[in-house]
């Protein structure tokens, strides 16, 4: 007769599994393969038998009775059947979370954009004569006071303090060239170099290139005076300082775009 522990096996799992994996599962921990044949063989339900006649009653005889064998000492059929299952899910692949992930694809980083320059359009400022000669006569007025205070302390060179006021008035837009003279008509200073100062005035006009009258009338009339070039691309201007009446100096600008 078969090990009790395999029928009993058998009869539990039977309606749950496939009769060969549980013989598979028995004989893979230890059971003979005629022990689990002969229970199935048992758990086999038998055709019925046809009746038969009642034989006579025979004497009872005693039967020996077999000692059981040793039997080795099995672990519980419990954790057979929970081995098979976990060795043949990760044989099938059930259990995906054991995979190794792929390691992450590098991506090369984009190749940075070069900056592209554009170039600037710097406005174009139209000449009108008008304008210029407004301004000049608004930067005047305001310097007229230092300048007339240096007139009153020397008619001959300009002093740096009147040096500097022309210079950054020289700097200006629109103003090509700028000539400072006292009231003899002598060049106290001249914005394009000092070759010109103590020139008299008739010397000036000629080597510098006067080509209008501007400083005439502006000497008779006391008053400032203006001319168009003859080329019509400038103007000429004069500015006298003027006190009490009397000349004490003289400007004179060429403006032109």
Same mark, same amino acid.
């Given at each position: 007769?078969?090990?009790?522990? @395999?029928?009993?096996? &058998?009869?539990?799992?039977?309606?749950?599994? #496939?009769?060969?994996?549980?013989?598979?599962?028995?004989? $893979?921990?230890?059971?003979?393969?005629?022990?689990?044949?002969?229970?199935?063989?048992?758990?086999?339900?038998?055709?019925?038998? %046809?009746?038969?006649?009642? #034989?006579?009653?025979?004497?009872?005889?005693?039967?020996?009775?077999?000692?059981? $064998?040793?039997?080795?000492?099995?672990?519980?059929?419990? !954790?057979?059947?929970?081995?098979?299952?976990?060795?043949?899910?990760?044989? @099938?692949?059930?259990?995906?979370?054991?995979?190794?992930?792929?390691?992450? %694809?590098?991506?090369?980083?984009?190749?940075?954009?070069?900056?592209? @320059?554009?170039?600037?359009?710097?406005?174009?400022?139209? !000449?009108?004569?008008?304008?210029?000669?407004?301004?000049?006569?608004?930067?005047?007025?305001?310097?007229?006071? +230092?300048?007339?205070?240096?007139?009153?302390?020397? $008619?001959?060179?300009?002093?740096?303090?009147?040096?500097?006021? &022309?210079?950054? $008035?020289?700097?200006?837009?629109? @103003?090509?060239?700028?000539?400072?003279?006292?009231?003899?008509?002598?060049?106290?200073?001249?914005?394009?170099?000092?070759?010109?100062?103590?020139?008299?005035? =008739?010397?000036?006009?000629?080597?510098? +290139?006067?080509?209008?009258?501007?400083?005439?009338?502006?000497?008779?009339?006391?008053?400032?005076?203006?001319?168009?070039?003859? =080329?019509?691309?400038?103007? %000429? &201007?004069?500015?006298?300082?003027?006190?009490?009446?009397?000349?004490?100096?003289?400007?004179?600008? +060429?403006?032109?775009?």
């Amino acid at each position: 007769m078969p090990d009790p522990r @395999i029928i009993d096996y &058998l009869r539990t799992n039977k309606d749950q599994y #496939p009769i060969e994996s549980l013989r598979a599962a028995l004989i $893979q921990q230890g059971f003979s393969a005629a022990d689990v044949a002969e229970a199935e063989r048992l758990l086999t339900p038998a055709a019925a038998p %046809e009746p038969a006649a009642s #034989p006579e009653p025979v004497a009872a005889q005693a039967v020996p009775v077999e000692q059981p $064998q040793s039997v080795k000492k099995r672990p519980p059929l419990k !954790w057979i059947i929970i081995g098979s299952v976990c060795a043949g899910a990760i044989a @099938i692949g059930v259990l995906p979370m054991f995979k190794k992930k792929p390691p992450p %694809e590098k991506k090369e980083a984009p190749a940075p954009k070069k900056p592209t @320059i554009r170039k600037m359009m710097m406005p174009t400022i139209a !000449w009108d004569h008008d304008t210029a000669i407004e301004g000049v006569l608004v930067w005047v007025r305001q310097r007229a006071p +230092e300048l007339i205070n240096s007139l009153a302390a020397s $008619q001959l060179k300009a002093q740096p303090g009147e040096i500097s006021i &022309l210079s950054q $008035q020289a700097n200006q837009p629109n @103003i090509r060239r700028i000539a400072y003279l006292n009231r003899y008509g002598e060049v106290r200073w001249y914005s394009k170099g000092p070759a010109a100062v103590g020139m008299g005035w =008739d010397q000036f006009m000629k080597e510098y +290139e006067i080509k209008t009258n501007v400083m005439e009338k502006a000497y008779l009339s006391k008053q400032n005076q203006s001319q168009q070039l003859p =080329d019509r691309a400038g103007v %000429e &201007l004069v500015v006298p300082l003027v006190v009490r009446g009397e000349i004490t100096g003289l400007l004179l600008y +060429e403006l032109g775009p």
